[in-house]
């Protein structure tokens, strides 16, 4: 049986673990809708022309270091979010966008 303490245990274990191993897409997601959803559509349709469809799976085949450049440094009509996003918070985001398809 699992007692209280155990549960307690475990959530505070999960919850000082896992901000240093995986990412947060719920906190991608508030990111998201905030600097990214205008070009690349709330549910990653793709609402800028040129915006690849996230939801589509285009561009994702690229693992999320390669990714994250682009949005540190910009692409074509992107505009570069370094100094606006920390890696961290993109790496949220990136979460998030791989949800979508
Ligand atoms: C002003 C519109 C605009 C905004 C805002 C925008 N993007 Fe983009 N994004 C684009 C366009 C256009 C491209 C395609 C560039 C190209 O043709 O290579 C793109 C490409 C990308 C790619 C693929 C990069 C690659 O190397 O293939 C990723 C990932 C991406 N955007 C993520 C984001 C994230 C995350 C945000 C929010 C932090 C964001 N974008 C905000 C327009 C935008």
């Not at 959530?11 to 690349?40: D, E, K």
């Not at 549910?43 to 682009?70: C, I, Y």
């Amino acid at each position: 049986m699992i007692t209280n303490k155990t549960a307690l245990l475990a959530v505070l274990l999960v919850a000082s673990v896992a901000p240093c191993l995986a990412a947060n897409p719920a906190n991608g997601q508030r990111l998201y809708n905030m600097h990214c959803a205008a070009c690349h559509g709330p549910r990653g349709e793709g609402v800028h022309p040129e915006a690849p469809k996230f939801r589509m799976g285009e561009r994702l085949e690229q693992p999320d270091l390669v990714l994250m450049q682009s949005v540190k440094t910009g692409k074509k009509t992107m505009p570069p979010f370094f100094g606006v996003l920390q890696d961290p918070q993109i790496l949220d985001i990136l979460a998030y966008v791989r949800t979508l398809r």
